[in-house]
C-alpha cells in the first residue's frame, strides 16, 4: 500500500456540481483554522485507487445504511471517525408519512455515525423516525445559501460577462427557468426504484412539461425583448423537445452550465416547478413565481411547498413576466425556515467549527469498513460497479424511491449480462466500464483545480 498520506480531514465528494465547491469553502475555513484536509472523488475511485490517506475526520456523501457506508469509507485508507454531510434532504411528503421500509431509510452504522442537518425538521425526523442520538445530529444550515449573503455574493459572475459569454443580451429582461424533470426521460420499459411511485409521477411530470413548453414558446414568440433561461436538469441534456424550443429563436437558451446562483442572481424573474432551488431563489429576494399547470398530489409534493401560491395559466404566466415587480413569494416563509435554518452564522463556519468538536471528541470512533480498496482490492472493485450502476440506473432514485423486489431482481439480472440502457430513443446498450467513465470524467477535479479554489476561499473569508 505504500506510506499513508496523514490528514486531519479527509473530503469524499461524490457529485462535483452538487458537492464540491460548497466542501472546498468548509475546508477553507478550517486550513484558516490550522487543519489539514485533502479529498477524494468516489468515482475517480471506481477509475483507479486513490492515494492512502489516514484521516482523523472523514466527511462523505452519504451514509444510510451499512452498504452506504462501507462503500464511502471503503475507499480510505484508515480514519478515526466518520461524519455524514448528507448530501440528500428534503424528500417528498410520502416519506414523511411512510408506513413500509424506503430504500433511503436509516439502519445499521447509519444511525451511529453524526450527520449534518441543513434544518430543524430534518434533525427531528431522523431522531424520532430512526432514534438517531441528538448529539449526533447537528443543525448547521445550507451551504449554498452562504452566497447569498453580501460577503460572499462577491463570487457571482457579473450579469454582462455571463451573459456575453453565453450569448445572451444583457440589456434585455431574463426570465430564468429551473427545470427538475429529472424522471421525464427515463424509457417506460425500464425498471424503476418504486414502480407506483414512478407511474403516478410520470403523468403528471410529462404533462406539465408539455404544457410549460408551450408557455414558453408562445411568451418568446409574443415578447422578442424578453429572453428566457430553461435550467435544464443533467438528465434532459439530450431531449428533443428542449432543442425544439431554443431551435430557431435568438431570445430563448438551454444552459445547464454554472453554478445555479450565478444565474439566479443574474436573471430579473425566476421560474420554480419542483425544485428545492427555491430556498435559494428565497435568500436571492429576487421576483420568483411558481409554474404548476398541473395539480401535484400531497404524496409527490415537497413540504416547503405546501400552500404555497402558484401559476396555472398561460395569462397568468405571461402577466407576471410583464410586471414589474412580484406581488409575493409564492412560499410560505416558514416553511421554507423549518427545514432550513438561516442563522446569523454562515453554514460554512457551523459546519466548520462542529467538525472541529467532532475532531477533538475523544469518545466518538468510527468502525473501519467491511470492505476496503487497499485490503481487499477486487472485491471493493466489483461491489463498487455494482453499486455505482444500481445507484444511477434506477434502484435508488431521485426523492428516495423506494426498493422493488421485482424491479431490483430484474435491474441485478440485467446487470449479472452486462446491460444497461443509456438512450432511451436509441435503446443503445452501454457497458458498465464505460458508464462509469462518463460519471468519472462529469464529476473528476484534480488535486491543483482543488487548491485553487480552496485558496480563493481561504483568501475571502479570511477577511470576514
Not at 461524519?83 to 413500509?100: A, D, F, S
Not at 425556515?337 to 471528541?361: M, T
Amino acid at each position: 500500500m505504500g506510506k499513508k498520506h496523514k490528514v486531519d480531514f479527509l473530503f469524499e465528494y461524490e457529485v462535483k456540481q452538487r458537492e464540491l465547491d460548497y466542501n472546498c469553502l468548509v475546508a477553507a475555513y478550517l486550513k484558516n483554522k490550522g487543519y489539514t484536509v485533502a479529498f477524494i472523488n468516489s468515482w475517480s475511485c471506481l477509475q483507479k485507487k486513490p492515494k492512502p490517506y489516514a484521516a482523523r475526520v472523514a466527511l462523505i456523501s452519504a451514509g444510510y445504511d451499512d452498504a452506504t457506508y462501507d462503500f464511502f469509507t471503503g475507499y480510505i485508507a484508515s480514519f478515526e471517525k466518520v461524519v455524514n454531510m448528507q448530501w440528500e434532504q428534503l424528500r417528498p411528503n410520502r416519506l414523511y408519512q411512510k408506513h413500509q421500509k424506503e430504500s433511503l431509510d436509516y439502519s445499521g452504522v447509519g444511525c451511529e455515525i453524526k450527520h449534518v442537518c441543513w434544518g430543524h425538521k430534518e434533525k427531528e425526523w431522523l431522531k424520532n423516525s430512526f432514534k438517531i442520538q441528538e448529539n449526533n445530529l447537528k443543525v448547521t444550515g445550507y451551504i449554498p445559501l452562504d452566497f447569498y449573503r453580501d460577503k460572499l455574493s462577491v463570487l457571482a459572475i457579473p450579469r454582462r460577462e455571463l451573459f456575453e459569454k453565453y450569448g445572451l443580451d444583457p440589456d434585455k429582461k431574463t426570465l430564468l427557468f429551473v427545470s427538475s424533470f429529472s424522471f421525464v426521460g427515463l424509457p417506460d420499459n425500464e425498471p424503476h426504484g418504486s414502480d407506483e411511485y414512478y407511474h403516478m409521477c410520470m403523468p403528471i411530470f410529462r404533462e406539465t412539461q408539455r404544457i410549460l413548453l408551450l408557455w414558453f414558446s408562445k411568451l418568446a414568440q409574443e415578447n422578442p425583448d424578453i429572453q428566457l433561461i430553461y435550467r435544464y436538469h443533467p438528465a434532459e441534456k439530450n431531449n428533443p423537445e428542449i432543442e425544439k424550443l431554443v431551435k430557431g429563436r435568438s431570445n430563448v437558451f438551454a444552459i445547464a452550465d454554472e453554478r445555479l446562483f450565478h444565474w439566479i442572481l443574474a436573471a430579473d424573474k425566476i421560474y420554480n416547478w419542483y425544485s428545492t432551488s427555491m430556498v435559494e431563489m428565497f435568500c436571492s429576494k429576487k421576483d420568483t413565481y411558481l409554474l404548476r399547470p398541473v395539480a401535484l398530489p400531497y404524496e409527490i409534493d415537497i413540504p416547503v411547498f405546501d400552500g404555497a401560491q402558484s401559476i396555472k395559466s398561460y395569462e397568468q404566466f405571461s402577466a407576471s413576466a410583464l410586471e414589474p415587480r412580484m406581488q409575493k413569494f409564492p412560499v410560505d416563509p416558514q416553511k421554507i425556515l423549518q427545514w432550513y435554518d438561516i442563522g446569523r452564522q454562515p453554514a460554512y463556519a457551523r459546519i466548520g467549527d462542529w467538525l472541529i468538536e467532532v475532531y477533538q471528541d475523544t469518545s466518538y470512533v468510527s468502525r473501519a469498513p467491511r470492505d476496503n480498496v487497499f485490503l481487499h482490492p477486487l472485491k471493493k472493485r466489483i461491489k463498487g460497479y455494482l453499486k455505482r450502476v444500481l445507484v444511477y440506473t434506477g434502484i435508488i432514485g431521485f426523492c428516495g424511491r423506494c426498493f422493488n423486489e421485482s424491479a431490483f431482481t430484474e435491474k441485478l439480472e440485467n446487470i449479472q449480462k452486462g446491460v444497461f440502457l443509456e438512450d432511451e430513443r436509441k435503446k443503445a446498450l452501454l457497458d458498465q466500464s464505460s458508464y462509469i467513465h462518463s460519471k468519472y470524467c462529469a464529476n473528476r477535479a484534480t488535486d491543483e483545480e482543488i487548491e485553487g479554489i480552496i485558496e480563493r476561499y481561504q483568501k475571502l473569508i479570511d477577511k470576514l
